[in-house]
């Protein structure tokens, strides 16, 4: 009889021995679901035996982790700002640091906002449901990425308040918005032989420019005052080491106000600056 103790402790030595960080936690999470229970209750019925269909299943899923695909992705969701997000391998995978651009963003008004390279949808639907006068647009280059982010949309409940479009960054965007966000490529290309191999799996487009990391923000710095309303504030999540190069960016691109916030870890995080106020018209 295999109970769910000792199923535990076999997956626990089987992602110890490909090196997956956070090994019990993740074999915890996988446990559970396998099992069909919440996380919050498996230590009740880990004395338990597990039946033979669930125990197959629970290994299959060890076996899909070692072979370092993120849990996100076997699982099919994450959680993220208290909300539960779908999650393929078309998407990134929504991160915590990422809440730090979603809480800066909800400290400013805003009625109507633009995601650029929206993916999932984390920021722009999380922000939605934290606003609920507020709309939306999500723009990105991949079909399959606004896919995702449609089915999230419609379990949220925000998808009456939201656009989603096939956009290379503001090719096909139109009007003006109070709020500008984006999550952009922003790893070098010189720097992707050294991520965890998790993030193999994880759309390479999403992940770096192919080049110096800066590529989007250049893009995103240069259009933002063209797409901002009078007093409108764009905002960028950054790599911790990219801060003082997107404010300049955002500097020459003639926005005010630029700021570098930290995250949880006190790293460079989102870079944000606003777009001055419009002069009266006259005559």
Known sequence: MTTGSRALVWAVGELKA?????????ARILLAHALGVDR???TLILPDAVNAARLAAFRGLIRRR??????????????????????TSDVLDPRPETETLVAAALELPFQDVLDLGTGSGAILLTLLAQRGDATGMGSDVSPPALAVAARNAQAIGVADRLQLRVSDWYG?????????????PYIAEHEMGGLYP???????????DGADGLSAYRVICAGARDHLTSMGWLMVEIGPTQGADVAGLMQRAGLESVEIRTD???RDRVVLGRNPAKPPQTG
């Not at 490909?18 to 993740?26: E, L, M, T, Y």
């Not at 096909?172 to 952009?184: E, K, Y």
């Not at 799996?201 to 992940?207: F, I, S, W």
């Open 40 to 42: 919050g209750r498996l």
């Open 18 to 26: 490909q090196s997956v960080d956070g090994a019990a936690r993740d």
């Open 66 to 87: 070692a072979m370092r695909e993120p849990v996100s992705q076997i699982i099919g969701y994450r959680d993220f700002f208290g909300l539960r997000f779908i999650v």
């Open 198 to 208: 998790e993030l193999a799996h994880e759309p390479r487009v999403a992940l770096t």
């Open 172 to 184: 096909d965007v139109g009007g003006a918005f109070d709020l500008i966000v984006s999550n952009p």
């Open 264 to 266: 949880l870890d006190g």
